[in-house]
């Protein structure tokens, strides 16, 4: 595939995302951040995220599976869940969080572990898709060609 | 982009900032803003700094909030605002924003993915100049500068404002922010009347000296005037300007009782909250009796508390520099306790006036700056009496800090009322004062505490107090407050004062010795806040901004440390300290407009006893006093100098002499007082 196909293909790709609500326009910021002089930049900080949401995934189920459930625990957990998804720009994953603080408030340990199922389910599947445009892009710079910026106009 | 710190003076309209004549273009701001960001979620941390770095600030990240403290009470005049995480695990946000309105006063902005009602009103009520909600876009953070602008703008205004009130007032204010006049350099506010007058009005607290303008002095029947007022309004409602209306005293501004108002809060919250390990608010408070001297109970206890919380090395040195201050601040010798101002409340007043005593003591020595090394030209009498309150203080400060940097705050803030120090005390009394339980006067006390101590000898102070006592002799500052004529011989190391290095050292008194003037610097920290403590009603606090470009937070405070007599510091150095110190002729203020450069020397230097330094020194010191003032917190505290040594005041001790001999930068890494390092010791 030549430059421009892939170039196209990727801008393709990450509408897709905006448009089904993956990702919101907080990516577009990041992305808007990076520069030469930081070139890497929204695939570091994404990575950071990934590091830091499968802890926090991680933490909440093992506080979910506790006999007595700390709950101001799972609920700081997901707060923090919630601040970095929404500052990447994982929509879905945010509200996903959103949702899970009410059932938290009410101490609802099954709607809490339904809520965090379906959370989980967003968190791998933003991942998977922007690993996946992560890999457009290498490809496009590996073959020579520049990373278009989107512009999110709709 | 500008960075570091000399970001540029802010041109503000108020004369030019404290920064360095050679800072950075003013209308380069605010580019080169300093900016401190606290949050415990890495992917944030990292998305703010690019978008802050995007707009061309000078970026710090931390994403603990101790550590966060840390580095501002060690850096005093090192960042220009703090955006801090609401939900943090170590410590809540709302706790950290207490912290640094104390002690550092500089405009935080909260943010959190939670924008519930409630926790945004939290923010308001616990000051925050700004509530951002997570995710953070760029566009919110290219503003953030107007926080820092409105800030000294209304210290400034309020510097001016209270022109009748007390110089000392006003000085506070200007000490307290980062002013955008440099107080140091130019005259002009009045600093250098200003100045003078509220070292008179200390002067007379200790001393008889002929006080121009009375200085805000909390007196118990003026704070608990001030407190029915504001149980009449009742503690939400109660806003300075009602209660100034409901207290109708003739002579008191708006500031004035705002300030107090501040730490009455946090007094308040201390007490129904805040645990005694705080110490220092407690124990604070409880030095309403009058004498300082009786401070050293509350020493003994913040050093216990300060110990625990393992924070005491900044702290204690923020209170002996604090009791430095006191000291040196007192330009007429007499430790006069600026502390009125700065005191938190008014209880602490009489102990504050501990400084006094010590000046007494202190006048016996030359005006050594225990803090600064900004030399001599403080008058003998103002030196000793920096020193002593500086001694007190930072043995007091040192005691408090050991709290956890509550106390030591609060020791600050005592000594700072004594001693006019006024150089020092602008300075240190902007850190200090602040916070007489909340954080122990992080910036301060610790930095300078440690800073005071290992540096000037301050160590004095804790020596003097109850430290170890390091032989004054020598470069440190005979901070001690037993060692007024150490003060003369302190050869306030401008590099020795190798605490202080770490803190401001930024513009180290001595250009050439910018190792010392770092030392020097922190020492004029520590010297703020002694001087703040006792005397010092320097504003330094407003230049505190401006120091800070100057390389030396304190910069000019390190000269104007009249108290110093020894300080080599070439008036080179003072002038180095960033503020022109030539122009510092009262323009204490200047410096202390960073709020924390607490040495303001410059300010010390208009008290004229840096007139053996070239004039920048007098500026210097004439800030410094100007700025400490403000702070000071009271001196009894310090005097007490209950350090209980809780802390390696040995090691501080040694450290701050190796520091000085060594000159002050290593000192610096010497001093890892219980974690804190020297460095912390806010210059």
């Known amino acids: ?154 | 982009m500008n960075q570091s710190n000399c970001k540029g003076s802010m041109s503000t309209a108020s004369s030019s900032t404290n920064w360095k004549a050679n800072d950075v273009v003013p209308d380069q701001f605010p580019a080169g803003l300093r900016v401190l960001v606290v949050d415990d979620d890495p992917t944030c941390l990292v998305i703010l700094e690019k978008m802050l770095r995007t707009c061309l600030y000078e970026v710090t990240k931390c994403n603990r909030a101790e550590v966060a403290l840390s580095m501002l009470r060690e850096n005093k005049n090192g960042f220009d605002i703090v955006i801090s995480d609401v939900h943090m695990p170590d410590m809540d946000g709302f706790k950290l924003l207490e912290h640094i309105g104390l002690e550092m006063d500089l405009p935080v902005i909260m943010m959190s993915a939670d924008d519930g009602k409630q926790v945004v009103m939290k923010g308001v009520t616990h000051g925050a100049c700004d509530y951002l909600i997570k995710p953070v876009r760029i566009e919110a953070l290219k503003n953030i500068w107007q926080h820092v602008v409105r800030k000294k703008k209304n210290e400034w205004k309020d510097l001016e404002q209270s022109g009748s009130v007390e110089e000392g007032d006003r000085q506070q204010k200007l000490s307290e922010d980062v002013d955008y006049s440099s107080s140091a350099n130019e005259g002009n506010w009045k600093n250098s009347k200003k100045r003078k007058d509220e070292e008179e009005e200390t002067e007379d607290r200790d001393d008889t000296s002929t006080l121009k303008k009375p200085r805000v002095v909390w007196s118990v029947e003026l704070h608990q005037q001030f407190v029915a007022a504001v149980n009449q309004l009742g503690i939400d409602k109660a806003v300075p300007k009602k209660i100034l209306e409901l207290m109708n005293v003739p002579g008191l501004t708006r500031e004035n009782v705002a300030s107090h108002l501040q730490k009455y809060r946090l007094y308040l919250r201390r007490l129904s909250g805040v645990s005694q390990h705080q110490g220092m608010n407690n124990s604070f408070m409880s030095p309403q009796d009058a004498t300082f001297g009786a401070m050293s109970s509350l020493n003994g206890l913040d050093l216990q508390t300060l110990s625990v919380t393992g924070q005491l090395p900044a702290q204690s040195l923020a209170t002996l520099q604090a009791a430095g201050l006191g000291r040196s601040t007192t330009k007429s010798g007499i430790p006069m306790p600026l502390v009125d101002q700065r005191n938190l409340f008014s209880f602490e007043n009489p102990k504050l006036r501990f400084g006094e005593g010590q000046q007494q003591q202190m006048s016996s020595n030359k005006p050594m700056n225990l803090l600064h090394g900004i030399p001599t030209t403080m008058e003998p009498k103002q030196l000793a009496s920096l020193h002593q309150s500086a001694q007190s203080i930072g043995s007091m400060n040192m005691q408090v800090n050991t709290h956890g940097g509550q106390g030591s705050s609060l020791l600050m803030q005592m000594a700072q009322p004594q001693s006019r120090g006024q150089i020092l005390n602008e300075s240190t009394s902007s850190h200090v004062p602040r916070l007489p339980s909340s954080i122990g006067q992080p910036i301060m006390t610790n930095g300078i505490a440690g800073g005071v101590i290992g540096r000037n000898g301050i160590g004095d102070n804790s020596r003097g107090t109850g430290y170890n006592q390091v032989p004054p002799s020598s470069s440190m500052l005979s901070f001690p407050m037993n060692h007024t004529t150490e003060l003369a011989g302190n050869s306030f190391p401008l590099g020795s004062t190798p605490g202080i290095s770490n803190v401001t050292s930024k513009g180290s008194f001595q250009e050439e010795g910018n190792s010392e003037m770092k030392g020097s610097a922190g020492f004029v920290q520590s010297y703020d806040i002694f001087n703040d403590l006792h005397q010092h009603q320097h504003q330094h606090k407003s230049h505190d901004w401006e120091l800070q470009n100057v390389g030396l937070h304190f910069d000019a405070s390190q000269n104007a440390n009249p108290i110093q007599g020894n300080l080599d510091v070439s008036p080179s150095v003072l002038v180095h300290q960033g503020y022109s110190s030539s122009q510092r002729s009262g323009q204490n203020r200047n410096a202390s407009a960073v709020g924390r450069a607490m040495f303001s020397g410059v300010e010390c230097v208009e008290q004229g006893n840096m007139q053996n330094f070239s004039p920048h020194l007098n500026n210097l010191l004439v800030d410094n006093s100007v700025r400490v003032k403000a702070e000071t917190i009271p001196d009894t505290n310090c005097q007490t100098t209950l350090f209980t040594e809780h802390f390696g005041q040995d090691d501080l001790m040694s450290a701050l002499l190796k520091q000085q001999q060594g000159g002050i930068g290593t000192a610096e890494t010497d001093f890892d007082l219980d974690g804190y390092s020297m460095d912390n010791i806010p210059v």
């Not at chain 1, 099954?110 to 890999?135: M, T, W």
């Open chain 1, 1 to 154: 595939m030549e430059v421009g196909q892939m170039q196209r293909r990727l801008i393709e790709y990450t509408k897709s995302l905006f448009m089904e609500g993956i990702l919101d326009d907080q990516f577009l910021q990041l992305q808007q951040l990076q520069d030469e002089s930081n070139p890497d930049f929204v695939v570091e900080v994404v990575s950071l995220f990934f590091q830091d949401a499968e802890k926090l995934l991680n933490d909440i189920t093992r506080a979910l599976d506790q006999q007595s459930v700390d709950f101001p625990k799972v609920d700081a957990h997901v707060h923090q869940l919630k601040g970095s998804s929404a500052s990447v720009g994982a929509q879905r994953v945010k509200n996903g969080c959103i949702a899970f603080r009410n059932f938290c408030e009410e101490q609802n340990v099954d709607g809490s572990l339904r809520c965090l199922q379906q959370i989980k389910q967003e968190y791998y599947h933003v991942k998977n898709k922007l690993e996946a445009l992560f890999r457009l892009e290498q490809q496009i710079v590996a073959a020579g060609g520049s990373v278009p910026m989107m512009e999110l106009s709709f």
